[in-house]
């Protein structure tokens, strides 16, 4: 079935530096979700994005669908300790069910 | 609403012995999925159900199962624990209008 790639695995930056991950699929998707997971938690529902070239923004978090619909990106904007967690992008298998597949996530740790 | 709710939240057991998870989806969810989480792995995907029905599976072996109630309660059934099964067990719920989903806070398992 239809698998996801999300890169980069990890990443540290410095309180007020910005963050992107990628999300990206072989094949078109037709819609893609993302989570955050805080450190102890569970993953958490952020956003849905269904058209080709889609951008939406959530305070500092701006999320992008491609143009071919076979990409995504979750950017923030000067991260702050509470943005810590790890980043998952979720896209359907293309079964019949459509079930949704997570990437391996991006874990983020802000330093104060 | 009440959100998914998991039982027990943590759980120790043998190598050997056998384990039971629950799992209440959000009331009027029909869709209950499970994964599988590590972290090595990351989020893997067990199973979908849906009106009692599994609907997908993922690549876990035989040992892994579930089952549906009519009330859209959930459990998995891991037989013959391995010492790898050792894991963040979650269940989400999701609702045929909007397929975000609704994740539990998560059963932890360990197998000694």
């Known amino acids: 079935g239809q698998q996801v790639m999300q890169i980069p695995q990890y990443q540290h930056v410095q309180e007020g530096e910005d963050f992107t991950t990628y999300c990206n699929s072989s094949?078109?998707?037709?819609?893609i979700q993302w989570y955050k997971q805080r450190p102890g938690g569970h993953p958490v529902f952020l956003i849905q994005?269904?058209?080709?070239?889609e951008v939406k923004k959530q305070k500092r978090l701006t999320f992008q669908f491609g143009e071919a619909k076979k990409n995504s990106s979750l950017h923030i904007t000067a991260t702050q300790t509470t943005d810590v967690g790890t980043y998952f992008c979720?896209?359907?298998?293309?079964?019949?069910?459509?079930?949704?597949?997570f990437g391996a996530g991006t874990r983020l740790t802000v330093k104060p | 609403k009440a959100g998914v709710t998991q039982t027990p939240r943590y759980l120790i057991k043998t190598r050997g012995q056998q384990v039971t998870l629950s799992c209440s989806p959000i009331s009027g969810h029909r869709s209950v999925s499970w994964y599988q989480q590590t972290p090595g792995q990351g989020l893997q995907f067990l199973f979908e159900y849906f009106s009692e029905t599994q609907r997908n599976k993922g690549n876990f072996p035989g040992r892994f199962s579930g089952r549906q109630f009519s009330n859209s309660r959930s459990e998995m059934n891991v037989s013959t624990l391995e010492l790898g099964d050792s894991a963040l067990y979650l269940c989400?719920?999701?609702?045929?209008?909007?397929?975000?989903?609704?994740f539990g806070p998560g059963t932890r398992l360990t197998v000694t």
């Open positions: 989400a719920s999701s609702s045929p209008v909007q397929y975000e989903q609704y």
């Open positions: 994005l269904v058209k080709s070239g």
């Open positions: 979720a896209g359907p298998d293309g079964g019949s069910n459509n079930d949704m597949r």
């Open positions: 094949t078109t998707l037709s819609n």
